[in-house]
């Protein structure tokens, strides 16, 4: 057992190679923007012009907008910033300033694109740019900026734009609720209980719908923890609303859409929908889910990206949404949106991953870049959540757990159980945690439900990935060692991880040990856990270490995720698929009976006496 000190120094050690790996890997790029230090300095020479002015008139929720631009004397770091509300003069900026003046902007944009995109804007000074917009409750202006990111000077601000409704409900996003036959519907909208009364009208096709009534929460800039988030990154995030569907016939698909009804009786309807519910534990039937972490949110429209995301995130989300028919069930298993304290990413990303939240549960995780806050509670110290300490999270996306700031929870969906982790909370033996995840791992009826799937987002198993290779630790400091006996005990089948954003998977291991020599078709006896990390969801890539551990069976530094299949309660298929293409680059097979799950192995049966 190592003793406490050690623990500190290699929790420390960890921090830290964790923070120079993110700041090689980019940062957030409106953090790049001192928007404090921003000076307005309107030139009659200069103008902005955005359309079209109305955006939505058919109903949709997001819209493409022409910018066009003109600048007396144009420069290669000369940038375009959009602004939502678009009055964001000092006006808006909250408190006061003491002495001194104050900044005259005190919210970032939510995203930017350089003038010299535009080919002829160095030569010419006058531009045009493409930008996508979606529907965010406030109407929209641009802005010119001089000086660069770091000194930069507004020069003009273009005429407002809006949508049709900005307040209308958008972006539903189901998840699993804490029963089976439970299916939750969650999204965001602009209207206030005391506007209008939210709801689901829901049913089976061919019978009659029925309304249910959700609830709303919201936050505000006091329930968060820190900067960015409660600063230039505030954005008012409107209202978040949610309703759970109970009853649910075992795979039977419903049809649903979201709706507000306005005080006069008139309703604003959502768009139309439908999900498949989720089979009975135990149901043995074709049961197909996806496992991935740390996408991140993307731009289509080339704006400036965190880490450069466009080509993983898009990429990872694009082929989803093409093979969702084949897909039951996805777990994002944490580092969800890496926002940082912009709260406007949110929004975005709820967008970008519509097509897959929509029309399957998307469970998620917590991660690093969702907790982290010093002195908020989380077991690492750090400031990766940009003050968020997990309020966007928990607010923006239902999950089943019994207390949201705790974020772990068990999900049963047919003949798997799923034991989802917070690593951003402590899990040694002793924490409530700790009892969570044994009474999971212990509660499941092996019979009925033989594929047993524990998830963390931090590494809690095996990784060679650079930063936890160069220690020797290939984990977080201690995970194993209080981890390990329970899975042995419980026999579990794979644990899923996140955080290192490549792919990598073991040999069945126990203590650092392969217990089987095979690596593509497993039968028999359970001997020992696969620990597999699917961090390549869409974030930058992370190197491994140049030593290959004997328990590293396969590793690649590309963007993917993995499938699993169950076909019945003997018989599953494992699949690490790229985002690029949806091809199979590993895979492999499981097939047991259930005396092979309760064969004893080292450390997984108590002692036993002869028969008398």
Known sequence: M???????????????????????????????????????ALDASAAVRASPALL??????????????????????????????????????PGSHGSGPGPVICSAPIKYQFANYSSDYGKSGKGTLKFQLINQRQDFSFALFTGGLSNPKLIAVSNAITFVNPK????????????????????TSGYDITEAYPFVEWGMKWRPAVRTAAGTVTFDRESICGEPARSVGWRDPGFIHTAFLTDLWPNKEYYYKIGHMLPDGNVTWGK???????????????????????????????????????????????????????????????DITYANGYISQWDQFTQQVEGITSRVPYMIASGNHERDWPNSGSFFNGTDSGGECGVLAETMYYTPTENRANYWYSADYGMFRFC?????????????????????????????QPWLIFIAHRVLGYSSGFFYGIDGAFAEPTSRQSLQKLWQK??????????????????????????????????????????????????????????????????EMDYGFVKLTAFNYSSLLFEYKRSSDGKVYDSFTVNREYRDVLACVKDSCPPTIPAT
């Not at 000190?5 to 001192?34: C, D, E, K, N």
């Not at 040990?513 to 497993?522: F, G, I, L, N, R």
């Open 56 to 93: 939505g008139t058919k109903g949709e929720d997001t819209a493409w907008v022409s910018v066009d631009f003109v600048a007396p004397h144009p420069s290669g770091d000369d940038w375009i910033g959009i602004f939502s509300p678009s009055n964001f003069n000092s006006s808006t900026c």
């Open 490 to 555: 419980y026999r579990v089948d794979m644990a899923f991880y996140g955080h290192v954003h490549n792919y990598e998977r073991t040999c069945p291991v126990y203590e650092e040990k392969c217990t089987s020599s095979e690596k593509s078709h497993y039968s028999g006896t359970m001997t020992g856990t696969i620990h597999v990390v699917v961090g390549g969801g869409g974030s930058h890539l992370s190197n491994f270490t140049t030593e290959v551990p004997a328990w590293s069976i396969y590793r």
């Open 168 to 187: 209308a409900p958008v972006y539903p996003r189901l998840a699993q609720g804490k029963s089976w036959n439970e299916m939750t519907v969650t999204w």
């Open 272 to 334: 139309v929908s439908s999900f498949r519910a989720p089979p009975y534990p135990g149901q043995k039937s074709l049961q197909r889910v996806v496992i991935f972490g740390d996408m991140g949110k993307a731009e289509r429209d080339g704006s400036n990206e965190y880490s450069n995301y466009q080509p993983g995130s898009l990429n990872t989300t694009d082929t989803l949404i093409k093979d969702l028919d084949n897909i039951d069930i996805v777990f994002h298993i944490g």
């Open 420 to 448: 989802v982790v917070d690593s951003e909370h402590d899990w040694r033996e002793g924490t409530e945690q700790y009892k969570f995840i044994e009474n999971c791992l212990a509660t499941v009826d092996r019979k009925k």
């Open 2 to 40: 190592l003793g406490p000190q050690v623990v500190a120094a290699r929790l420390a050690g960890v921090l830290l190679l964790a923070a120079a790996a993110a700041g090689h890997g980019g940062v957030q790029p409106l953090s790049r923007i001192a928007i404090h230090r921003a000076r307005v």
